[in-house]
């Protein structure tokens, strides 16, 4: 599987971004799939998740609010709606898949997934 991951840019405080996350090589429509970003200096940190069928998502506790998870399984895409940007959002973010989930119970632990895109800038000027 390989995932890539696309719509970062560069954006005011206040503003929005929606990420894309685009699998191909298999579908991964059986999977969670998760979003994660690194900003620099620091751990990557769990963004959000969604289960399999897009019933159930799980957000960092930051982000809730402010942005949505959702997916396509007809695409193979996963996407990541940011709404109400914030300097502290900027980071390198990456979409993952985790394959052998079907349950949100370790969406937020990254060493669970097994597939990563290459990840995507977002930088939010104050």
């Known amino acids: 599987v390989q995932l890539q991951a696309s719509g970062g840019g560069l954006v005011q405080a206040g503003g929005s971004l929606r990420l894309s996350c685009a699998a191909s090589g298999r579908t991964v429509s059986s999977y969670v799939m998760g979003w994660f970003r690194q900003a620099p200096g620091k751990e990557r940190e769990f963004v959000a998740a969604i289960s399999w069928s897009g019933g159930s998502t799980k957000y960092e506790d930051s982000v809730k609010g402010r942005f949505t998870i959702s997916r396509d399984n007809a695409k193979n895409t996963v996407y990541l709606l940011m709404n109400i940007l914030k300097s502290e959002d900027t980071a390198v973010y990456y979409c993952?898949?985790?394959?052998?989930?079907?349950?949100?119970?370790?969406?937020?632990?990254?060493?669970?997934?097994?597939?990563w895109g290459q990840g995507t800038l977002v930088t939010v000027s104050s």
């Open positions: 993952a898949a985790d394959r052998d989930a079907s349950l949100l119970t370790r969406a937020t632990i990254k060493e669970h997934y097994d597939y």
